[in-house]
Antibody, heavy 118, light 107 residues
């Protein structure tokens, strides 16, 4: 059974870069679509982007200028970097897996709360 | 971006009730629609994919229907474990987008 686990700092200062890692266990990170999704406190879900099989990532245009998603197959991990953060980026960040581009998010991490505050 | 609009935003119901949640897309998404259940402090859980297909392990009281721009999630007989927030999500075109959620509360 595949499991995903987010890790990273829970507090980031405004204008700095948010960095999170998702560790995948119970299966290889090769193949599949590896996503980041976020949820501000008390609000809905926003898809951030994905990376597929170490190929070119695909980002939400609303965040594209600030987002980088990368994968480290040797560690079975993929990562999110979000630059120039503001309080509006405070959210629970989830990593999630799609089996293909034509299948939704069947596997999710437990989520990591990141607060942007000085 | 494709806008997903759910109704109602909040629904009060009793155990045993039949519950229906509607999701409308701002343009046709064929049947590329998923439904998720989320409980407080937890990640969303996939219930339905491709509009009407039940994810493995999901109880059969959940069902989905629709195509194009209008979709429904039905819970045939609401159980205590079903009180949660439900989200629809389109995966027809990027960026993937979600509805704003429907909270199912105890009446």
């Amino acid at each position: 059974q595949v499991q995903l686990q987010e890790s990273g700092p829970g507090l980031v200062k405004p204008s700095e870069t948010l960095s999170l890692t998702c560790t995948v266990s119970g299966g290889s990170i090769s193949s599949y679509y590896w996503n980041w999704i976020r949820q501000p406190p008390g609000k809905g879900l926003e898809w951030i982007g994905y990376i597929y099989n170490s190929g070119s990532p695909n980002y939400n245009p609303s965040l594209k200028s600030r987002v980088t998603i990368s994968v480290d197959t040797s560690k079975n991990q993929f990562s999110l970097k979000l630059s120039s953060v503001t309080a509006a980026d405070t959210a629970v960040y989830y990593c999630a897996r799609q089996t293909s581009g034509w299948y939704p998010f069947a596997y999710w991490g437990q989520g990591a709360l990141v607060t942007v505050s000085s | 971006d494709i806008q997903m609009t759910q109704s109602p935003s909040t629904l009060s119901a009793s155990v045993g009730d039949r519950v229906t949640i509607t999701c409308r897309a701002s343009q046709s998404i064929s049947t590329w629609l998923a439904w998720y259940q989320q409980k407080p402090g937890k990640a969303p859980k996939l219930l339905i994919y491709k509009a009407s297909n039940l994810e493995s392990g999901v109880p059969s009281r959940f069902s989905g229907s629709g195509s194009g721009t209008e979709f429904t999630l039905t819970i045939s007989s609401l159980q205590p474990d079903d009180f949660a927030t439900y989200y629809c999500q389109q995966y027809n075109s990027y960026p993937w987008t979600f509805g704003q959620g429907t909270k199912v509360e105890i009446k």
